[in-house]
């Protein structure tokens, strides 16, 4: 409620935002999808309006989550873009691709998500957990270590 009385009264975008962003947490925590994605939808046009790159991708990724669970792929492949189009992060971009990889490696699209575990491979270092998954997913789908080396 108190999070509810601080989006009605926000008259600073900033603070009704993040308002909304904790709501989402809290929703996701307390496993209520449903409210979290409703709060999302809210929030999307706005979420731009939070104060820093970490708290927007932040968003994107919860929303990503939300609608890969609910079966929204193609919503979540398109916040996962949005990370990647639009952010500096290169740790957070590496994960986002890695999400979306397995989104599309679970709608059949092998294809694009050898690419995009070829990229993660590629620029991630060699002793990490996202590496090792990069290289282990693209032996799921018969391309490990004979995949060329791509450079981005």
Known sequence: QVLDSQISKGKRSTMVAFARLEKIR????????????WVCIDLEPHYRNLASPDLQIEFLSRYANIS?????????????NLIIQNYTDK????????????????????????????IVRDQ???????HKNAVQE???????????????
Do not use: H
Not at 138 to 152: F, I, N, R, S, V
């Open 26 to 37: 809290i929703y996701e925590d307390s496993g209520d999808a449903q409210q979290a994605r």
């Open 68 to 80: 890969k669970n609910s079966g929204r792929n193609r919503d979540a492949i398109r916040f996962y």
């Open 91 to 118: 740790q957070k971009i590496l994960e986002a691709r890695m999400m979306k990889a397995r989104v599309l490696i679970s709608e059949g699209n092998n294809l694009d998500a050898q690419r995009e575990l070829w």
């Open 124 to 130: 991630s270092r060699p002793d990490t957990l996202l």
């Open 138 to 152: 693209l032996g799921k789908l018969g391309m490990g270590d004979q995949a060329p080396m791509m450079q981005y």
